[in-house]
């Protein structure tokens, strides 16, 4: 091979560091990905697909001080905290009357975009339940070479990419519905008319997202998005709309509203309305603002709507006294870091005899004696016939149970109600109680009797899953956990008296 064949190769050989740019579409700016850190989302904005288009913006930190105008578009996520994202409702509208396109796959039941119903979860079963792309123009984009199955299914099961509509009635005329289920429900919608911008709302089904997962036609989803958002970006003078729009002002959070006085956050001072709950205990949880944790007091019949004396936000940690409480339950999937100032709150609330129970990972040490391994999720263990989820629960011997133990959490229900998958694990202190454990006897559940009061901790995330509306299991677990956990802090409060 000459010299100069040599030098013509190495022009044509590919980087791949520098696969799928998007010059023609960030002419007008890159795509704001507003991240809260609920869920990760590393596997979207750190996706070969997206890097070089997407640009994180932490919402807590950044989103107020940005000026949205500087994108060619804004991503709302799925978990994305819509009772803090409610208090820049201006910001947001400030932006689309500007000409500004937003992409949202949250729930929105917040109601912080126009006209919206926000998430209704569809009462069809799963099994029964299709999700259908529609003739529309969009359509015909966003789903090039999209196989329906690959949007209903993962590895044969349905769900996973969306569980809910939005009510078509409320929705301005004109709107152009992309995607809708088999009862002719709206799943998503375009609207073009109620600002000078482009509104793309989906009911919690993730375009950018699902197909990342496996490697099906969904993948092109992402892609058809991006040029389907560059087409319309294109078609209309929004460039000139924005430059004409980055001369004004952002406007300031409508009001000085903060984050408890929110209706999701409403005080519950009836205590005879309290459900399930114990009416001898005072308790409080501690959520995110996302839609699961809204969704978890209205699914079910709103079953839990009056389990707790209150509901907090996770940032009004400052203004909780805690010790107006008999325990308090930390919610799974919060931000971490902004929990890590909180460190000794929790462990005063502990040593004087508070309560503290913790769902889900634990990925910084903002409660004592913590140390958690992660692990990467098995969702699909119960797919395979014969194979099973390695889960024991312990006697007081140490002895290994997968039934039901003589006493304790598992003689209130069987090993399988805990099973369904995990995040990690714990490595408890010595003189902490294991409760259930996985094959390499690292702890799912355990309780640390380390203080006057008791800190119960568990991988498991059942008040996720009951606010996303899938898992049946995690309702008998967390109604009988619960319950026992009460009965242990009532036990306890009695030896201790």
Same mark, same amino acid.
Request: charged share 20%.
């Given at each position: ?9 190495? $022009? ?223 078609? $209309? ?76 936000? +996770? ?48 990925? $910084? ?68 109680? $294991? ?28 008040? +996720? ?33």
């Amino acid at each position: 091979m000459s010299k100069n064949q040599v030098g013509h190769n190495a $022009k044509e050989s590919i980087n791949l560091e520098n696969l799928y740019q998007y010059k023609d579409l960030e002419a007008f700016g890159k795509i704001a990905y507003i991240d809260t850190g609920t869920l990760s989302m590393n596997s979207v904005g750190g996706h070969f697909l997206y890097k070089h288009i997407l640009q994180y913006i932490n919402l807590y930190e950044e989103f107020e001080s940005i000026v949205l105008e500087d994108f060619c578009a804004v991503v709302l996520p799925m978990g994305i905290d819509e009772v803090y994202l409610s208090y820049f409702k201006d910001k947001i509208l400030h932006y689309l009357h500007n000409g500004g396109v937003v992409l949202s796959f949250m729930s929105d039941y917040m109601q912080i975009l126009p006209f919206s119903s926000g998430y209704i979860q569809s009462l069809v079963p799963i099994k029964e339940r299709v999700i259908q792309i529609t003739s529309s123009d969009a359509a015909k984009v966003i789903f090039d070479g999209v196989r329906e199955y690959d949007i209903n299914y993962r590895r044969g099961v349905k769900g996973f990419f969306n569980r809910g509509y939005f009510d078509k009635t409320l929705l301005p005329q004109g709107v152009e519905i992309f995607l809708e289920d088999s009862e002719g429900q709206c799943v998503g919608y375009i609207d073009r008319d109620s600002t000078n911008g482009i509104i793309l709302s989906t009911a919690n089904a993730d375009l950018l997202g699902f197909g990342l997962f496996d490697n099906t036609s969904a993948r092109k989803m992402g892609l058809n998005l991006l040029k389907w958002l560059s087409n319309q970006l294109q078609s $209309k003078d929004y460039k000139a709309l924005r430059e004409k729009a980055s001369s004004l002002p952002n406007p300031t959070p409508s009001n000085s509203t903060s984050y408890r006085e929110l209706s999701f956050l409403d005080f519950i001072s009836d205590k005879s309305k309290q459900n399930l709950s114990n009416p001898l205990l005072k308790n409080a949880i501690i959520t995110g603002g996302s839609s699961f944790n809204a969704h978890f007091f209205s699914n079910k019949n709103a079953k839990y709507a009056h389990f707790f004396s209150h509901r907090y936000h +996770f940032l009004d940690i400052d203004s909780i006294h805690f010790q107006d409480f008999d325990y308090i339950v930390l919610a799974s999937r919060l931000n971490s870091a902004y929990l890590m100032p909180h460190k000794q709150k929790f462990i005063d609330y502990l040593q004087s005899g508070g309560h503290i129970i913790s769902f889900g990972e634990i990925e $910084k040490d903002y409660l004592p004696n913590i140390v958690w391994k992660d692990y990467p999720v098995n969702f699909w263990w119960w797919l395979i016939q014969g194979a099973d989820m390695p889960l024991y629960a312990l006697e007081s011997d140490g002895s290994k149970q997968e039934g039901r133990t003589k006493s304790g959490l598992f003689s209130k229900m069987e090993v399988s109600t805990a099973k369904w998958h995990y995040h990690g694990a714990f490595y408890p202190p010595s003189n902490a109680t $294991k409760i259930l454990v996985n094959e390499l006897d690292e702890s799912i559940i355990y309780k640390d009797n380390s203080f006057k009061g008791n800190l119960y901790v568990t991988s498991l995330d059942p008040e +996720f899953h009951l606010g996303q509306g899938f898992m049946p299991t995690t309702e008998p677990f967390f109604d009988t956990f619960m319950q026992w956990v009460e009965e242990d802090i009532m036990q306890s409060a009695k030896n201790k008296g």
